[in-house]
């Protein structure tokens, strides 16, 4: 199936109803257009990427796991003070 729109002198175009309803796409949405070979393809724009995804396992893992970890925190939050 195929749809068409008019580009305005703005560069604006209005995507078909059936088109949003396929893509669920509602008034303040955004979309995002990716070239693909010869074709160009409308879809919703995703998340942005995290920026810390690329640091994730950088430093390894913690000798003694998350239980040392909050152990950590903990005497730092306690200013070194046993609660025992």
Do not use: C
């Not at 175009?13 to 796409?25: F, S």
């Not at 998340?47 to 040392?68: M, S």
């Amino acid at each position: 199936m195929s749809y068409s729109s008019t580009l305005t002198s703005k560069g604006q175009v209005t995507v078909p109803q059936e088109v949003r309803t396929r893509l669920g796409l509602k008034r303040g949405d955004l979309v995002e257009f990716v070239i693909e070979g010869d074709r160009t393809v409308i879809r919703p724009a995703r998340g942005a990427p995290n920026p810390f995804q690329a640091y994730v396992g950088a430093l390894g893992t913690f000798p003694g796991g998350i239980h040392e970890i909050n152990k950590w925190v903990d005497e730092l939050r306690d200013g070194g003070r046993s609660n025992a």
